[in-house]
Each structure stands twice: as structure tokens, then as C-alpha cells.
């Protein structure tokens, strides 16, 4: 498998001539999604939902499919009969030659006076976990994890908590967007070997956006 890694939270993996794209948003390149035969999507907040790049997906591509939670679904699976799949926590699914687990059911706290929403996580070939906007645990091992490392949800101490619990082979940025340049080396000294999250084992590793590595 072989994952490239697009801007903010979204991924491309690619395997035996086909491609998956997980949460093509609004903060992702506008093609993040163009060329896949499968798209997962964890929740419906736009940098991880945006309407207009999936239909331009499945517009190009008339054999892709999208599986995501009823609130993705409910406002684009009209235009596409029979290609999109609503999913939640304990599904499994192949998809273009993937097979995926579906872990979660809301998304993170933001505030107390804000509702949930619902988010689900992907576990893909039962070895890259992408937990979407929630700190999720799968319940079984997770050799490459795509850890969020800043969002309005969350602080660096809980991400370093959640690679410590986990503890995959490998663990890489997503959800990443927000972070400035100046920002960034200071979650690689807290995620990487010296830092508090090198005691969870895991390789910290951080890729630019169209950067790719076989997994």
C-alpha cells in the first residue's frame, strides 16, 4: 500500500492499481479526490466534507463509490443511486480492493455547549487507522496511525496520550492545517523519540502535502 498525503486531513493509499481518498475537504487540494475508486468520509465538518470535490470525483469516475455516516450521505447520495454506502461503528466493507472496519460513533468535545456531531473512524487493511475529529481506539492493534495533531477539540498532551495508548509501529500527521510553520517543529520535538510521545515506541513522521511512502 502506498499513501500520499494531501493537505490538512486527507490521504490518497494506493494498492494493486487502485485508490482509496479518506475526508477530501475543503482544506484538502480541490483534486484531492479526483482519479479515486472509493472515497471514505469521517464526518460532515467541511475541512473533511466538501460536496462540491466529492461530485466532481464521482462525476469523473462513474464506477467510484463514497461510504461515509448518514449525514454525509443524506446530501449527495440522491445524485448518485446505488454508489453511496452509510456506514457506522462495527461495519466492515471492501472497497476498491480495501477492506475496512468502521470504529467511533461522535465526533470530539469542541465545547460542552456545542452538540456532537456523529464521526467514525477507517481501519484499512486491518493496519492504518484514520480516527477522523475523535480520539478513537480501535480495540485491536494499529500498525500506521494518521494521528490529528492540532484541532480546536484537542491539546497536544491528549494526542501524546492517544499515540501512547495505541502505540502503532508508526504514527503520522494529519489534521494538520492549522499549524503555522513556526508551530510545527514544536509538536515534532513533543511527538518524536526526545519528546514525551517517544515513549509510546512509535516513529513520528510528518509529510508535506503529495509526499508518499509505501506502508
Not at 472509493?38 to 470525483?57: G, Y
Not at 460513533?105 to 493496519?127: E, K, W
Not at 490529528?148 to 496520550?161: F, G, L, Q, T, Y
Request: aromatic share 6%.
Amino acid at each position: 500500500m502506498k499513501l500520499t498525503k494531501h493537505s490538512h486531513a486527507c490521504v490518497r493509499l494506493r494498492k494493486d492499481g487502485r485508490t482509496l481518498v479518506i475526508d477530501p475537504g475543503a482544506f484538502s487540494e480541490a483534486d484531492a479526490a479526483v482519479g479515486a475508486d472509493a472515497i471514505l468520509v469521517t464526518h460532515e465538518h467541511p475541512d473533511h466534507f466538501s460536496e462540491d470535490r466529492l461530485r466532481a470525483a464521482l462525476e469523473v469516475n462513474p464506477a467510484a463509490e463514497l461510504w461515509t455516516l448518514r449525514s454525509v450521505a443524506e446530501q449527495i447520495s440522491a445524485a448518485f443511486p446505488g454508489r453511496v454506502h452509510i456506514v457506522g461503528e462495527g461495519d466492515t466493507f471492501t472497497a476498491a480492493g480495501f477492506d475496512v472496519q468502521v470504529h467511533g460513533q461522535l465526533h470530539a468535545v469542541i465545547h460542552p455547549d456545542l452538540p456532537r456531531i456523529t464521526n467514525v473512524g477507517y481501519l484499512v487493511d486491518g493496519s492504518l487507522f484514520h480516527p477522523g475529529d475523535a480520539l478513537t481506539v480501535p480495540g485491536q492493534p494499529v500498525d500506521t496511525l494518521l494521528v490529528p495533531v492540532m484541532a480546536p477539540w484537542n491539546k497536544v498532551s491528549e494526542v501524546i496520550d492517544y499515540v501512547r495508548e495505541l502505540k502503532p509501529r508508526r504514527a503520522i500527521d494529519i489534521h494538520d492545517g492549522l499549524l503555522s510553520d513556526l508551530a510545527r517543529p514544536v509538536y515534532d520535538r513533543m511527538l518524536g523519540p526526545d519528546g514525551p510521545g517517544g515513549t509510546s515506541g512509535a516513529e513520528h513522521l510528518r509529510l508535506a502535502p503529495g509526499d508518499g511512502m509505501e506502508l
